[in-house]
C-alpha cells in the first residue's frame, strides 16, 4: 500500500466486532514510522457493547479525502481505493519530478 501520499487517518470502531475487521487490517498495513513522517493518525475505540458502525477517513496531501466503509469493502477494498488515489498522486508528482 503506497502510504506516501496519506497525510491523515481517522478511524472509528468497535476492536471486539468482527465487521471492524477490515478497519483494525487497515491500520496495521500502515508503516511503523507513520507518525515520524508527518502522519496523524486518530483512532476512537467503541465500547464493547456498542452496535455503530465502524468508520475510515483518509487525506491526501493534494486535499482529498475518503469516507471509506470497511464492512461494505473489505480489507482488499479499502487498500484498493487508497491506493488507486496514491498511484494517480504518484504519476502526477514523477511528471513534475523529471
Known sequence: MITRF????NTKFNPFSTRSRATRLFLSL???NARQT???IKTTLLPRTATGASTLHV???DGKEMQLDGEL???KGLV???DR???ALQKQADLTDG
Open 6 to 9: 496519506i497525510t491523515e487517518v
Open 73 to 75: 469493502l473489505g480489507i
Open 30 to 32: 500502515l508503516p511503523p
Open 59 to 61: 487525506k491526501f496531501k
Open 80 to 82: 484498493e481505493e487508497v
Open 85 to 87: 488515489h496514491s498511484r
Open 38 to 40: 508527518g502522519m496523524q
